[in-house]
């Protein structure tokens, strides 16, 4: 085997998260999120010696391909899109294991006779029937495919022998009833130990950092308050429209999109009290509390707390952007939002009077994901009008560039005290030396190890979902009143900067 360069973020790692050998089946292994992530991640981690010899996977979809051909598209797609790049000598070793099966999705048969090759696999390979299940299908077929391997053999529900692992891909509902419902069927089939709600921004390494910066570092977690912080912005901005997406996305919109899992996930991760310990059970305790402590917003003042906008023909650096009423799959007419701010409190003791603004939009003037605490000023202007009347930031950039910036105001040299604001910054790039893994890489590596500690649990999932669909069910009341537009290649609508200006606040340039 080619030894491949050490990842420092890794050191002293390897012997500890070695998963045992097993068999990764992904479902709607033709879709893209298996050619540019799923499979590249697998070959990556298997690059950093992170998978055992003994692993197979099996793509499972419902059109006729050979394992052959199978394993030359495969490594097309790792050659794009894998950390590591494919060498001859370590792609052979791993196609290998490397497997297609057609089926439906919904037929009995086809299921058996999937039981049977995994089973002809694991003699083949040397794999005690420990099985990982990636959903990543239409969302109309996760129930379907759960129900499907449970009554067809191949869920190990006895608690005991080979493990059983179920990933599903989200979005897992569309509303509070749909998740209700989606999580109750699963745990009809499953344990809730075996189910893997996967949100790949927890992935991250600048989402994770969160808990680090905050709780391995003295300086920080004493100011992470209401007592030092005046608000915090969360960011997550699109350069592309919704690029013929039409058909899903105008079902979907933005608030289901990315705020309901992503946006949600990341701003529980920056509220969230300090874990008794990083196991799944403690941490996500903690990112429950903060979605429960969630403010409800009072009726008849919505728009005070929520906007939204749709984004209008325009640019993103020089490249035209039709208007999302033009694009292929839209409805004529349709209200569905591109763009949405929120004004939320979280009601504890920790963040009680702290505005939280989260936003996410498509056709913005870059693509940028980054959360942003902003101080409060000093309590007395020491040198007068000289002084800087910019905020102290702290902000974690979670892509693209990850790393972290410290904002603050410093002297300008020479022989008055004009001050003015500078930047002090950390880069992962930079400073390690090395391209941070991919986030696919570390979930599906978490799932073999049965590690659930980055994926969300049932009543997480439920919590988000109760906030978001109070808004769905006003914008319903509302749809007469039509939908604000901004220009693509802006920061939306006029009335979100208005949202800020009410409270002296303004959002953050980036």
Partial sequence: MTASAPNPLRQGLVEDRLPEPCTVVIFGASGDLTKRKLVPALYSLMADRLLPPQFAVVGYARKEVSDTAFRGEMKEW???HARHKPTEELWNQFEKGIYFHTGDYDTPEDYKALKERLDQIDKERGIP?????????????????????????????????????????KPFGTDLQSARDLNAHCLKHLAEDQIYRIDHYLGKETVQNLMVFRFANSMFEPLWNNRYIDHVQITGAEALGIEGRGGYFDHAGILR????????????????????????TDLRDEKVKVLKALRSIPDGRFDEFVVRGQYRAGSVAGRPIPSYQEEAGVTAGSTTETYVALKMFIDNWRWAGVPFYLRSAK??????????????????????EKSSNEPNVLSIRIQPDEGISVRFGSKVPGNTLDIHPVNMEFRYGTSFGTEPPEAYERLQ???????QALYTRADEVEASWKYISRIHDEWKRSFARGIPTYEAGTWGPDESDAMLRRSNQAWRRL
């Fill in 257 to 280: 999109d990315m705020v309901q899992n992503h946006l949600f996930q990341v701003m529980a991760l920056t509220a969230m009290e300090p874990p008794v310990t990083l196991n799944a």
């Fill in 78 to 80: 790792c050659g794009k």
């Fill in 129 to 169: 029937g420990n099985r990982m299940f990636y959903v990543s299908t239409p969302p109309a077929t996760f129930p379907i495919v759960v129900k499907q391997l449970s009554e067809n053999g191949l869920i190990n529900k006895t608690g005991t022998g080979p493990f059983t692992r179920v990933i599903i891909e």
């Fill in 363 to 384: 056709a913005m003037p870059k693509k940028v994901t980054e959360v942003a605490l902003v101080f409060k000023d000093a309590p007395h202007r020491l040198f007068g």
């Fill in 445 to 451: 590596l978490d799932c073999m190890l049965g590690d």
